[in-house]
């Protein structure tokens, strides 16, 4: 499983390691994940987003709730609050 | 204290010529009507101040007792708890939202005997929350709703509805609100009925429609935020789906009560029915599929109390087991009673073939058995064993299971659309080790055969790679097992949470135990040759004296609560 992140983190770091995440959970598809794009519309919806939000806490060691994915629906978005919550959770 | 009361009201409630009288019963429901006397005598008793929490003025104190009285109505007549306990449903979202305003309001209303109805599905739309098309949209004083729900019990009889709208157009996890109608309130014509359907089940019910034509609500209908709805929703289901347990174990009482009477009063070949080692072990699995149920909606019950952010998960499992055990313990006695479970004209047993339409509906709404085995197959990665160690610790399970403890008041705001872990299945080593210093009857060696398995499940949870879309079979019935493991986790928290019962009838040797442990290894696929003699004991059980009121906690009325 994912090894947690310990130290800084950058959000290029985090952008890529989420389009590569949303990639293992969508194994068919052909092209690479556009990190502007709505998770929902990889399948990754309402609830099959729990586990999703899990892994993310694993990782970067800090609460996810799967609402914050449906209130920072694409990657882009994600990653920015993600880094935003880390600092404040470390705090 | 007013537990044991209500049981005696309902007894006599149900004798001849009283509002709950089978035949009686029977007849609204040929007659697809509603059975009003009864509900009414319920409104009179007081029974929907159980719907309403303490905090707002109701007497919902304990989730244990709202069950235990909605399982006594249910097992005179299921279509009455469906068509009463509708309230406790539609109201939830109220509730769990935190709005004290509203709440209160709400509280007034439905002590007043007001039934709310519960407003999700919509035509076509099935099981899918985010599918919905019925739309709120802003005007100048609050909201303007158009579209329709359908089919919603007590959708015409119901003065208040509960929806969940669009409020986005496009939709999506924020795009829907709930939205908490009084159709008094709105303009005449604005709101219009669909009409009842006809139904396989709980005949006399209101299964109808509401439409929503322009209709304007005032700002404070709003319940929760704007895109708050789906997780408020999520949430209420959660305490909503335990309520529904109660009414497949009031389901499997009154099948029960006919099952004894039939073995102890039949004759076949000159010799009695219950001479047949068949019979019996029929109805003895009937009886641990009753226990069983019991067990996983007690401990869900408590679990509300106690670990509330587990609820999804707990709610998902008690929704998606409980109701299958009783629709498999309605078969067993189905085939028992032969003919006369199927003829409905048979003085004393005509019942039963209603009893199974009406369970039916148990397991299809407020999120079917998949819809619920689906979400807990999305969040067992979560669960898998070795995960970091999920909530603070609170309280031991053997505390809370206890029957006599306190438990925590309700606080709606822990509940959570995750669980992060599972206090009942993960009491199962020391549950195990409790067992092993003091066995019974060889229940430790079942419960060893349990820790095994969930080992494998454990194994295979593991192993899984989550995926987006739809879950897949392999998935699901991981998800199954896991709810097995959970079950027989629950029942052994019981027994160890539960010295003092050790001595009492269904507990000496650890019957009930050995019975449940026994099903759930064969849920798992891994039967125990050395259980097989525990359903002929149980069905002995069932013809004694014991037999009348079949139940973890002795008869109801022997309870002060
Ligand atoms: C008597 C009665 C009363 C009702 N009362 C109300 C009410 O008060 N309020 C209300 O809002 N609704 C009510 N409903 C609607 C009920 O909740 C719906 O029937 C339910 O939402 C499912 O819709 P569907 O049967 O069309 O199934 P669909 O969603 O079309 O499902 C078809 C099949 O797919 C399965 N399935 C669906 N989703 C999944 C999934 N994610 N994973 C795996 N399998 C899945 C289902 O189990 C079913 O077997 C009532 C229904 C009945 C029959």
């Given at each position: 499983?994912?090894?947690?992140?310990?130290?800084?983190?950058?959000?290029?770091?985090?952008?890529?390691?989420?389009?590569?995440?949303?990639?293992?959970?969508?194994?068919?598809?052909?092209?690479?994940?556009?990190?502007?794009?709505?998770?929902?519309?990889?399948?990754?919806?309402?609830?099959?987003?729990?586990?999703?939000?899990?892994?993310?806490?694993?990782?970067?060691?800090?609460?996810?709730?799967?609402?914050?994915?449906?209130?920072?629906?694409?990657?882009?978005?994600?990653?920015?609050?993600?880094?935003?919550?880390?600092?404040?959770?470390?705090? | 204290?007013?537990?044991?009361?209500?049981?005696?009201?309902?007894?006599?409630?149900?004798?001849?010529?009283?509002?709950?009288?089978?035949?009686?019963?029977?007849?609204?429901?040929?007659?697809?009507?509603?059975?009003?006397?009864?509900?009414?005598?319920?409104?009179?008793?007081?029974?929907?101040?159980?719907?309403?929490?303490?905090?707002?003025?109701?007497?919902?104190?304990?989730?244990?007792?709202?069950?235990?009285?909605?399982?006594?109505?249910?097992?005179?007549?299921?279509?009455?708890?469906?068509?009463?306990?509708?309230?406790?449903?539609?109201?939830?979202s109220v509730w769990v939202s935190g709005d004290d305003g509203a709440?209160?309001?709400?509280?007034?209303?439905?002590?007043?005997?007001?039934?709310?109805?519960?407003?999700?599905?919509?035509?076509?739309?099935?099981?899918?929350?985010?599918?919905?098309?019925?739309?709120?949209?802003?005007?100048?004083?609050?909201?303007?709703?158009?579209?329709?729900?359908?089919?919603?019990?007590?959708?015409?009889?119901?003065?208040?509805?509960?929806?969940?709208?669009?409020?986005?157009?496009?939709?999506?996890?924020?795009?829907?609100?709930?939205?908490?109608?009084?159709?008094?309130?709105?303009?005449?014509?604005?709101?219009?009925?669909?009409?009842?359907?006809?139904?396989?089940?709980?005949?006399?019910?209101?299964?109808?429609?509401?439409?929503?034509?322009?209709?304007?609500?005032?700002?404070?209908?709003?319940?929760?935020?704007?895109?708050?709805?789906?997780?408020?929703?999520?949430?209420?289901?959660?305490?909503?789906?335990?309520?529904?347990?109660?009414?497949?174990?009031?389901?499997?009482?009154?099948?029960?009560?006919?099952?004894?009477?039939?073995?102890?009063?039949?004759?076949?070949?000159?010799?009695?029915?219950?001479?047949?080692?068949?019979?019996?072990?029929?109805?003895?699995?009937?009886?641990?599929?009753?226990?069983?149920?019991?067990?996983?909606?007690?401990?869900?019950?408590?679990?509300?109390?106690?670990?509330?952010?587990?609820?999804?998960?707990?709610?998902?499992?008690?929704?998606?087991?409980?109701?299958?055990?009783?629709?498999?313990?309605?078969?067993l006695v189905g085939e028992l009673l032969g003919a006369r479970g199927?003829?409905?004209?048979?003085?004393?047993?005509?019942?039963?073939?209603?009893?199974?339409?009406?369970?039916?509906?148990?397991?299809?709404?407020?999120?079917?058995?998949?819809?619920?085995?689906?979400?807990?197959?999305?969040?067992?990665?979560?669960?898998?064993?070795?995960?970091?160690?999920?909530?603070?610790?609170?309280?031991?399970?053997?505390?809370?299971?206890?029957?006599?403890?306190?438990?925590?008041?309700?606080?709606?705001?822990?509940?959570?659309?995750?669980?992060?872990?599972?206090?009942?299945?993960?009491?199962?080593?020391?549950?195990?080790?409790?067992?092993?210093?003091?066995?019974?009857?060889?229940?430790?060696?079942?419960?060893?055969?349990?820790?095994?398995?969930?080992?494998?499940?454990?194994?295979?949870?593991?192993?899984?790679?989550?995926?987006?879309?739809?879950?897949?079979?392999?998935?699901?019935?991981?998800?199954?097992?896991?709810?097995?493991?959970?079950?027989?986790?629950?029942?052994?928290?019981?027994?160890?949470?539960?010295?003092?019962?050790?001595?009492?009838?269904?507990?000496?040797?650890?019957?009930?135990?050995?019975?449940?442990?026994?099903?759930?290894?064969?849920?798992?696929?891994?039967?125990?040759?050395?259980?097989?003699?525990?359903?002929?004991?149980?069905?002995?059980?069932?013809?004694?004296?014991?037999?009348?009121?079949?139940?973890?906690?002795?008869?109801?009325?022997?309870?002060?609560?």
């Amino acid at each position: 499983m994912t090894q947690p992140v310990s130290g800084p983190i950058t959000l290029d770091e985090l952008q890529s390691w989420l389009v590569e995440r949303v990639g293992e959970y969508v194994p068919d598809l052909d092209e690479k994940v556009d990190p502007n794009q709505e998770l929902g519309e990889y399948g990754l919806d309402s609830v099959a987003v729990v586990a999703f939000a899990a892994d993310v806490e694993d990782w970067l060691g800090i609460r996810v709730e799967p609402s914050a994915v449906w209130d920072h629906p694409t990657v882009t978005q994600l990653a920015k609050f993600l880094l935003t919550e880390r600092e404040q959770q470390a705090a | 204290m007013r537990r044991a009361e209500f049981v005696r009201e309902v007894d006599r409630w149900s004798k001849p010529d009283g509002p709950f009288d089978a035949a009686l019963l029977t007849a609204y429901d040929d007659a697809e009507s509603f059975p009003g006397a009864a509900c009414a005598v319920l409104d009179r008793w007081g029974l929907p101040a159980y719907y309403v929490p303490a905090q707002y003025g109701g007497r919902l104190a304990r989730f244990d007792e709202m069950h235990a009285l909605l399982r006594k109505v249910a097992s005179e007549d299921v279509t009455v708890a469906v068509a009463h306990g509708k309230t406790f449903l539609g109201a939830a979202s109220v509730w769990v939202s935190g709005d004290d305003g509203a709440a209160a309001q709400l509280a007034r209303h439905v002590m007043a005997g007001e039934a709310v109805a519960w407003g999700l599905t919509e035509p076509d739309r099935g099981s899918d929350l985010l599918a919905g098309e019925l739309t709120a949209t802003r005007d100048a004083s609050g909201w303007c709703l158009s579209g329709r729900k359908w089919p919603v019990n007590n959708a015409t009889r119901g003065r208040f509805v509960c929806v969940l709208a669009r409020t986005d157009p496009g939709g999506g996890a924020r795009g829907f609100s709930v939205f908490l109608v009084d159709k008094q309130a709105a303009s005449s014509g604005s709101v219009r009925h669909l009409p009842k359907m006809p139904t396989h089940g709980i005949r006399g019910a209101d299964i109808s429609g509401v439409e929503f034509r322009d209709t304007h609500v005032p700002a404070d209908a709003l319940i929760g935020t704007v895109g708050g709805g789906l997780e408020l929703v999520l949430k209420a289901l959660q305490l909503t789906r335990m309520a529904c347990a109660a009414l497949s174990l009031g389901a499997g009482d009154h099948a029960l009560r006919l099952a004894r009477r039939f073995l102890s009063e039949r004759r076949l070949h000159g010799r009695p029915f219950s001479d047949l080692p068949h019979a019996r072990g029929v109805a003895g699995r009937a009886v641990a599929r009753l226990l069983l149920a019991e067990a996983v909606s007690y401990a869900a019950a408590r679990a509300a109390h106690e670990v509330p952010e587990e609820l999804s998960v707990v709610s998902a499992i008690t929704k998606a087991l409980v109701p299958t055990l009783i629709q498999g313990q309605l078969r067993l006695v189905g085939e028992l009673l032969g003919a006369r479970g199927f003829l409905t004209g048979v003085e004393g047993y005509g019942g039963f073939a209603k009893i199974e339409r009406d369970h039916q509906v148990v397991s299809i709404f407020d999120g079917s058995t998949w819809v619920n085995r689906s979400a807990l197959a999305s969040s067992l990665p979560i669960l898998r064993p070795g995960r970091r160690p999920a909530t603070a610790a609170g309280r031991p399970v053997h505390e809370w299971l206890r029957q006599d403890a306190d438990l925590t008041p309700v606080d709606p705001l822990r509940l959570g659309v995750m669980a992060r872990g599972n206090t009942v299945l993960n009491s199962l080593d020391d549950s195990v080790a409790r067992l092993a210093a003091d066995p019974r009857g060889g229940a430790d060696h079942l419960a060893t055969r349990l820790l095994d398995a969930f080992g494998e499940v454990g194994g295979d949870i593991a192993r899984l790679r989550p995926v987006a879309g739809p879950v897949p079979t392999a998935t699901m019935r991981l998800a199954e097992r896991y709810e097995w493991c959970f079950a027989g986790a629950a029942a052994l928290a019981l027994w160890g949470a539960n010295p003092k019962h050790h001595d009492r009838h269904v507990w000496r040797e650890a019957l009930w135990l050995r019975g449940c442990l026994a099903l759930v290894l064969e849920g798992l696929g891994a039967p125990a040759p050395e259980a097989t003699g525990v359903f002929d004991e149980l069905g002995r059980l069932l013809l004694s004296d014991e037999g009348t009121h079949v139940s973890l906690f002795g008869t109801s009325s022997e309870v002060s609560a």
